[in-house]
């Protein structure tokens, strides 16, 4: 068990991640006493059911008075809000910190209601499921995870170590990234993807050559696998596309580029092409299970353990 990080951890938000920090932090013992917040009192009166907080709160004001760490875990396009609501009433000293997938769009919002004294670096925990609720967590989510944390110019480098130390006993692998470069990179490994499958199960639902039964009943594992993609929070979702729009846009523009000349190549018969394609990106599968973000065991959706989707 890791040594007391933080005597106080406030968690903002109560869904798949802020329950799964507060499972790992109670299993490594990270902080003396967490604090938790989130809109709905269906969701309030859950994490105290589940043992999730040592203390529950109907603001986000007052779950972060005396916090030490404070971990926002809210949709992205809320985040602001909660800044805004939080900042007058943070410790001098504090910690605060995100879980947004998004982070330019984040920062620019959270970062003017930061008070002087008060060490705020974006964060982005790439882990998680298809689940959502304080139910849903569960302490291994971020194991053998990256973190990827965007600190700003002049934040101040004992507080970032710090919180670094917080994710690596938490499971996660850190990297410091620039927060343009990281909306960049997630927009093609994760929000495309989504964005991806979210369109692709809508079209097998409108299809009106196929039944909604036999879409359901003869799934191949490529479907799927983007049926669990698109079973994703809807919110989230939203505001991460709304939030990251320009990186995006422009993987999208790659894509539908790059889809332009697969669509050709089979209108044209180009066997050599497609297998050449198929070929380089098989090698990408192989370098994701050589990188330990993914396992070579056949999945045919019949494992009991929750794979993460990013």
């Known amino acids: 068990m890791a040594e007391t990080m933080f005597n106080k951890v406030a968690l903002i938000g109560l869904g798949l991640i802020g329950s799964s920090l507060a499972h790992v932090m109670r299993r490594e013992g990270l902080a003396g006493e967490i604090a938790g917040h989130a809109r709905s009192s269906e969701t309030r009166a859950k994490a105290v059911e589940i043992g999730l907080v040592d203390s529950i709160h109907a603001t986000a004001a007052e779950a972060v008075l005396n916090a030490d760490l404070v971990i926002v875990c809210v949709p992205v396009g809320v985040c602001g809000a909660v800044a805004a609501d939080i900042g007058p009433h943070l410790k001098p000293g504090a910690i605060v910190t995100d879980a947004g997938s998004v982070k330019a769009t984040v920062i620019a919002a959270m970062a003017p209601h930061m008070p002087d004294g008060v060490h705020f670096i974006g964060g982005h925990p790439i882990a998680g499921t298809e689940q959502s609720g304080p139910e849903a967590g569960f302490a291994s989510l971020f194991e053998g995870r990256w973190c990827v944390l965007t600190p700003g110019p002049g934040t101040d480098p004992a507080a970032c170590d710090r919180l670094e130390a917080f994710w690596r006993a938490c499971g996660s692998s850190v990297e410091r990234m620039d927060a343009e470069h990281h909306d960049l990179v997630l927009a093609i490994?994760?929000?495309?993807?989504?964005?991806?499958?979210?369109?692709?199960?809508?079209?097998?639902?409108?299809?009106?050559?196929?039944?909604?039964?036999?879409?359901?009943?003869?799934?191949?594992?490529?479907?799927?696998?983007?049926?669990?993609?698109?079973?994703?929070?809807?919110?989230?979702?939203?505001?991460?596309?709304?939030?990251?729009?320009?990186?995006?846009?422009?993987?999208?523009?790659?894509?539908?580029?790059?889809?332009?000349?697969?669509?050709?190549?089979?209108?044209?018969?180009?066997?050599?092409?497609?297998?050449?394609?198929?070929?380089?990106?098989?090698?990408?599968?192989?370098?994701?299970?050589?990188?330990?973000?993914?396992?070579?065991?056949?999945?045919?959706?019949?494992?009991?353990?929750?794979?993460?989707?990013?």
């Open 189 to 310: 490994t994760s929000h495309v993807p989504h964005l991806i499958a979210y369109n692709i199960v809508g079209t097998a639902a409108d299809l009106e050559e196929v039944t909604k039964s036999e879409v359901i009943k003869y799934s191949a594992a490529g479907f799927r696998d983007f049926t669990r993609i698109a079973a994703s929070d809807p919110v989230m979702w939203r505001d991460v596309f709304l939030n990251n729009r320009e990186a995006v846009l422009e993987m999208l523009g790659r894509f539908t580029e790059d889809l332009t000349a697969l669509q050709r190549a089979v209108r044209r018969g180009d066997g050599e092409g497609l297998q050449e394609l198929f070929t380089r990106t098989r090698a990408i599968r192989r370098g994701i299970i050589d990188a330990g973000q993914d396992e070579a065991v056949p999945d045919f959706g019949r494992r009991g353990e929750i794979v993460p989707p990013e």
